[in-house]
């Protein structure tokens, strides 16, 4: 269950991330940046989880 958590806030994160990265303000952009590379790290998790199983 972990595993469908971790990829849904990965997503989320990666979505508001590149939509901060439209902005002209470039400490938005950088916020962005950052907040899409959080969201693609949630992703490997929950990869990584689904993998591992009940093991973790």
């Known amino acids: 269950m ?3 958590t971790s990829k849904a806030k ?3 994160n990666e979505a508001i ?3 901060k990265q439209g ?3 470039p ?3 950088a916020e962005g940046r950052a907040q899409e ?3 693609e ?3 490997l998790k929950g990869s990584v989880q689904g ?3 009940d093991k973790i």
């Open 27 to 29: 400490a938005k952009r």
């Open 10 to 12: 990965g997503l989320a």
């Open 2 to 4: 972990g595993e469908l």
């Open 41 to 43: 790290a949630q992703n």
């Open 51 to 53: 993998a591992l199983g």
């Open 17 to 19: 991330g590149k939509a």
């Open 37 to 39: 590379r959080k969201g």
């Open 23 to 25: 902005s002209d303000d």
